[in-house]
């Protein structure tokens, strides 16, 4: 059995640090704002500055990874003799996995003896962390890339994501929800509570008045569908809301057993359509 | 409108009733309305806030008043007729709490007379009685001290009295004396009351009425006090129709005929071939005989030949002709003609073929300032009926707006609790559709309980449990000028102060309104169950004390969520929602 290395792209919105430690090495998504040809990795900005900008009216333009982008870093590992299991953003927001499912086809041809492994996780933000998370575990408990990469994608239909917004407009200038689905979101004080589907799509479950009472609400769910309420691990992530992180948190502990815990901010790859304000949640459960 | 009655010569005399027939009923209760009408404003002002928006003169008055005009051309000496057209009228002409309690004070009435062609002094305690009874039960929690009260404790005491020598008269005249002892106690009975210095409204209303109906059993003249008409004003608008116009809608004629005996035969006289020809030269006909005497109602592009038609066997007693191009604007209490009404309710008692398909929820609300009208319509209500604390809506107007709202359920929202009675009475009697009353007592929880629906759902009763669930974590705090000086909850109020209401109840007085709104504000977050404000500016507020008002919450209450909302309202400069 040969070594492999899992690799994974920027919207998993696990912190580069914390990647490191784990040995996942991740291509980058990219961001600018409209009017600027500057263009940003996904951390090359700290969440805050660029939650600000948004604020401030900046309109955030993403851009996948292209497959070019993952034939170097597929090749790095394949040249040192390393199989590749790559895990990619949910083929259901970007073209991302695409790419990165192209650039191992194009080089399983140029190296026929490795293996190259690209799994759509079907998952964004730390809900596809999450999921490196889980794969990484059974890596490091003995999993064949094969087995690693089966339950990646038997468990990514295990991974639930709620998350609400401030203001539907984001998700809905960015197309990554329908008009109708937006429309709730058009009064005052009402809050969307929102969940990905088995195929990656974002779907409005319920609205519900006030920014507190959505909180509440995504704790509930876990309360309704996760399945391993005694060691848990709960992954939130937030653009620029810290406060309401935490706040969720609080509310799942004060009830349940929470081994894990990793509160990370919504890149701006992801928070470019969600906009500031965004808070998710992630665990896993029956079904999504 | 006040048409002169001619028959009313014919009744029995009054000084020695012995039995009460239709045409002095007829006569009472046109006394009674009478002598409400001019009693409205005083009535009015029974309010227990120091604040303009009384209306229980009015909504009683309109209320007696469309019971009125529904015996307005009826010729008949039996009293079960009379008595069931009079509360039919008021059944759909009801406003406001009172005016659905009175309704339903008549309509016991008439329930009491309905074997009865004249009805003695017994009879008519019975009916009184049913009356007493059904007005209790027309309320989910009777309260005493009110309107009820009033006409419990004088019809206990009336009926007690009657003895073998009794007549009508004195059945009466005991009601009304018990009446009016009964209303200067209601203080007594309600502590609001006392606190204000004032009788109950409702009750005083009924007094009035029933004040009425004695005067014109003692044989005073109540009654042709033309001055009533006075409100009436009026106004036509004809700048809609100039020179060029096209005449595109025709003419709203409505004529009361008398059949001719030089002409026909007006007891034998077929209307049918009557209507036939208003079809054929116009629609929304009503037509109707009672005894020599034709009402019609047609919209057509050719009047005069409806009239010449008419004339071949009768004589106009009246003609009213309007271009329907041109706004016609009167008063409220006259906005639709009662014949319409009629016309109305028997669409709304027929199964009608819908032209188009029917949605699944429609949505009616009540709502006043075009900001919150704006809002709601925005939230997806299909019909908006115009009202409010000052202004409440009718049964009627709530048919009205129901029959333009195709749907297989409607939920109505009537924000305000004056309001709910009448939109429950107009649920009860239309249908068309399953009409669902979300009992929003002012504009906040309306506006939560509409805001938080889920009209994707398919189960009927869950949209309104939710509904109802979100309404009911609401609070709602007005501000408002004070109109007079007042002590209430110990607190003194000078006239021109900002006061603030929760409940019915006064929790602020402040001299300046800045200051009022922040105590408000602060009040309705202070106890930590809510965490949400909706803040509704009125017409009057400008945005630098919205401005203040936000930056006064951000310093004191920082983790409450704020939201402005432009309401436009009169009367309030803010209404606070807290959640």
């Known amino acids: 059995m040969s070594e492999y290395i899992i690799v994974t792209d920027s919207a998993c919105d696990i912190k580069p640090e914390i990647l490191k430690e784990w040995g996942v090495p991740f291509a980058s998504l990219t961001f600018r704002f409209d009017g600027n040809e500057k263009e940003y990795l996904n951390y090359d900005m700290t969440s805050s500055d660029f939650y600000q900008k948004m604020r401030e009216g900046g309109v955030a333009k993403t851009a996948a990874v292209n497959v070019g982008a993952f034939e170097l870093m597929f090749e790095e590992y394949l040249t040192q003799g390393k199989d590749v299991l790559y895990l990619g953003f949910s083929s259901g927001l970007s073209t991302t996995y695409n790419s990165g499912r192209l650039a191992a086809e194009q080089l399983k041809e140029k190296y026929p003896e490795r293996k190259i492994i690209a799994v759509d996780t079907l998952s964004a933000s730390a809900g596809f962390g999450l999921l490196l998370y889980l794969t990484l575990k059974k890596k490091n408990e003995g999993a064949t890339i094969e087995e690693a990469a089966e339950f990646a994608t038997k468990a990514r239909f295990n991974l639930c994501h709620w998350f609400t917004v401030d203001d539907l407009m984001y998700l809905k200038r960015g197309g990554r929800i329908s008009p109708t689905v937006a429309f709730v979101g058009n009064v005052l004080g009402i809050k969307p509570v929102l969940h990905m589907d088995n195929e990656g799509h974002l779907i409005n479950v319920s609205k519900v008045r006030g920014r507190r009472t959505a909180v509440q609400a995504l704790a509930q769910k876990y309360d309704e569908l996760a399945v391993d309420t005694k060691s848990g691990t709960l992954f939130i992530s937030h653009g620029d809301c810290l406060a309401d992180a935490e706040y969720l948190a609080s509310i799942i502990k004060e009830k349940h057993n929470v081994d894990v815990e990793i509160i990370t901010d919504v890149g701006p790859v992801i928070g470019a359509h969600t906009g500031p304000g965004v808070l998710a949640f992630f665990f896993v459960g029956n079904e999504r | 409108m006040a048409k002169k009655t001619k028959n009313t010569k014919k009744s029995s005399d009054s000084k020695d009733t012995k039995s009460l027939g239709g045409f002095l009923l007829k006569k009472m209760a046109l006394g009674g309305a009478a002598r409400l009408r001019s009693k409205a404003d005083e009535v009015n002002k029974l309010n227990v806030f120091p604040v303009p928006d009384g209306d229980t003169g009015d909504n009683m008055r309109m209320t007696i008043e469309s019971g009125i005009a529904a015996v307005e051309n009826m010729d008949s000496d039996d009293i079960a007729a009379v008595m069931k057209a009079i509360s039919h009228g008021m059944l759909l002409g009801a406003r406001g709490n009172s005016g659905v309690i009175l309704s339903q004070f008549f309509a016991g009435l008439s329930k009491g007379l309905k074997k009865n ?463």
Do not use: W
């Open chain 2, 117 to 579: 062609t004249k009805a003695d002094v017994v009879a008519m305690g019975e009916a009184l009685q049913k009356g007493v009874e059904q007005a209790y039960a027309s309320v989910m929690n009777p309260a005493e001290g009110t309107i009820l009260t009033v006409a419990r404790e004088s019809v206990e005491y009336a009926v007690k009295r009657i003895t073998p020598k009794s007549t009508i008269r004195t059945l009466f005249g005991d009601l009304v004396k018990e009446m009016y002892a009964s209303l200067e106690r209601t203080p007594e009975a309600l502590a609001v009351l006392k606190e204000a210095g004032v009788v109950d409204s409702g009750g005083a209303g009924l007094f009035y009425i029933m004040d009425g109906f004695n005067r014109v059993l003692n044989g005073e003249q109540v009654q042709s006090d033309e001055t009533e008409e006075k409100p009436k004003t009026s106004t036509v608008d004809t700048s809609s129709f100039g020179p060029d116009s096209v005449m595109e809608y025709g003419y709203c004629t409505e004529l009361l005929v008398q059949l001719m005996n030089s002409k026909t035969d007006p007891e034998s006289f077929d209307i049918e071939p009557l209507k036939a020809f208003l079809c054929e030269v116009g629609n929304s006909v009503v037509c109707f005989k009672t005894d020599s005497i034709v009402k019609l109602h047609v919209h057509t592009m050719t009047p005069e030949k409806v009239l010449e038609y008419c004339r071949e066997f009768g004589e106009f007693l009246t003609i009213k002709i309007e271009n329907m191009s041109v706004q016609h604007t009167e008063n409220a209490d006259k906005k639709e003609d009662k014949e319409d009404k009629k016309d109305k309710e028997e669409k709304a008692e027929k199964a009608h073929v819908s032209p188009t398909p029917l949605k699944k929820y429609g949505i009616v609300a009540v709502t006043n300032g075009a900001g919150i009208e704006g809002l709601f319509k925005d939230l997806g209500t299909d019909e908006i009926v115009q009202g409010g604390q000052t202004q409440n809506p009718s049964t009627n107007d709530f048919i009205d707006a129901f029959e333009k709202v195709p749907a297989e359920h409607i939920f109505v929202f009537p924000n305000n609790g004056n309001i709910i009675m009448a939109a429950q009475q107009a649920a009860e009697i239309y249908k068309n559709a399953k009409v669902h009353v979300i009992p929003s007592k002012n504009i906040g929880m309306g506006y939560v309980a509409i805001s938080s629906a889920d009209f994707s759902k398919d189960d009927v009763d869950t949209v309104v449990e939710e509904m109802k669930q979100a309404m009911s974590r609401v609070t709602t705090g007005y501000i408002s000028p004070s109109i007079r000086n007042a002590d209430m909850n110990g607190v003194h109020i000078n006239k021109g102060d900002t006061i603030g209401i929760i409940e019915k109840e006064i929790v602020v007085s402040e001299n300046s309104r800045m200051d009022a709104s922040k105590k408000m504000a602060s009040l309705l977050l202070e106890d930590n169950s809510k965490f949400m404000l909706t803040i509704f500016y009125g017409q009057d507020s400008n945005f630098d004390e919205c401005a203040e008002l936000e930056a006064y919450m951000k310093e004191n209450h920082p983790s409450a969520e704020i939201y402005f909302v432009d309401g436009g309202q009169a009367i309030y400069p803010f209404i606070f929602v807290a959640e």
